[in-house]
């Protein structure tokens, strides 16, 4: 089944609602919910409703003994929507933040909403793969981060049954 963009959205704010009502049921048990490709609900494109619904949740989550989880690929993407007011809601309410590489483009909008000094700005443009920048408090942190060897395993093993579904052979 193929969904259309809006149809996307939608389903990603249902899967959401009922994740969040998971959430606040106990209190005592920690959790976490991860929100990956998340300008589809905060973008220029998202539906103020929604967007305000996940302004919520990372005001709120810790009240909760949760964390929330913020993925994307393009900082500007937090951004986009009223003035970037759902973005900045997401950063303020985090109490750690974790960049990888990013773009001139993007170190630009970042800095206009996080702290960044002069050479946080090149750093964070020159990381490498696995390498990043991490603000925990008032700390910035260069961080590398390595797979463990049972990681390195998943990923091989996953990259080996892909190539054999790719070649048409079966696994045993």
Do not use: P
Request: net charge negative; charged share 30%.
């Amino acid at each position: 089944m193929n969904f259309g963009e809006d149809d996307l959205k939608f389903a990603m704010y249902v899967f959401v609602e009922l994740f969040w009502n998971d959430i606040k049921i106990d209190r005592s048990q920690r959790k976490a919910i991860y929100l990956d490709e998340i300008w589809r609900l905060i973008g220029v494109t998202s539906n103020m409703n929604v967007a305000s619904f996940i302004y919520k949740i990372f005001k709120t989550i810790r009240k909760y003994g949760g964390s929330a989880v913020a993925i994307t690929q393009d900082i500007s993407d937090l951004f986009s929507l009223e003035n970037g007011i759902y973005g900045k809601s997401i950063l303020n309410n985090s109490s750690i933040k974790t960049f990888f590489s990013l773009e001139e483009e993007n170190i630009k909008i970042l800095s206009e909403y996080a702290n960044l000094s002069e050479k946080e700005k090149v750093e964070i443009k020159s990381l490498k793969r696995g390498e990043c920048l991490m603000f925990v408090g008032e700390n910035h942190i260069l961080t590398k981060i390595e797979a463990s060897e049972f990681e390195k395993k998943m990923i091989n093993e996953k990259v080996e049954i892909e190539q054999e579904i790719k070649e048409g052979r079966m696994l045993d």
